[in-house]
């Protein structure tokens, strides 16, 4: 069944509180968009140089707090666009292999379960690109019903940050590596149903 719960849901409030000041200072959304790049680079050299998973963990937050936040500044200032939408989605592909690449490094001669830290983040940048991937293709079909399963981008980006405060950031990383690929088998069935189902009902 689709998924209506979502942790953007959560921090709806805070998000527009931080953007309607940025809005009327007339700060442009793509500003924003590359300050979640920067804050996942922040996050990333601070673990590889302090080992500090709630440093991490704080920063990979603002990442996918402000992530919100430059949307919702393009709409609150009536200048959303294709392009910035555009921008916004390759960027946050960087942000998140940033993320993810950082754990490869600090841990790389880890062990999880018998595989090397380096294959889960494999695992998990294949399942976080498919997630998107696998959805902005059923858009570009005509798929309308988009907001399904358990593991979309802010759902996983939260999880990692919990654990990342806790010091528990490679069990973290178990977990948002087996969402991204469970999330994208099931999005990729529920997207082709739907395309098979509309292609049916035209011929009808």
């Known amino acids: 069944m689709p998924?209506?719960?979502?942790?953007?849901?959560?921090?709806?409030g805070l998000v527009?509180?931080?953007?309607?000041?940025?809005a009327r200072a007339g700060v442009r959304p793509d500003t924003i968009t590359y300050l979640c790049l920067l804050f996942a680079l922040i996050a990333a050299l601070g673990l590889n140089l302090s080992g500090s998973t709630i440093f991490f963990g704080i920063f990979v937050?603002?990442?996918?707090?402000?992530?919100?936040?430059?949307g919702a500044v393009a709409r609150e200032r009536g200048i959303a666009s294709d392009a910035g939408a555009f921008t916004d989605s390759v960027i946050d592909k960087i942000s998140e292999v940033l993320i993810l690449s950082a754990i490869a490094v600090e841990y790389s001669t880890t062990t999880i379960f018998g595989l090397h830290v380096t294959g889960w983040v494999i695992i998990?940048?294949?399942g976080w690109i498919l997630t998107s991937y696998t959805r902005a293709r059923a858009t570009s079909l005509g798929v309308t019903d988009l907001d399904i399963g358990l593991g979309g981008r802010s759902e996983r980006l939260f999880t990692l940050v919990v654990f990342s405060i806790l010091t528990l950031?490679?069990?973290g990383l178990v977990i948002v590596a087996l969402m991204g690929i469970l999330t994208a088998t099931y999005r990729f069935h529920y997207y082709r149903n739907e395309i098979i189902q509309t292609q049916n009902s035209t011929n009808d």
């Open 3 to 12: 998924s209506r719960y979502r942790v953007r849901r959560v921090f709806k």
């Open 124 to 126: 998990a940048i294949t």
């Open 61 to 70: 937050f603002l990442s996918g707090l402000f992530d919100g936040v430059d």
């Open 169 to 171: 950031l490679l069990w």
């Open 16 to 22: 527009w509180a931080i953007a309607r000041p940025l």
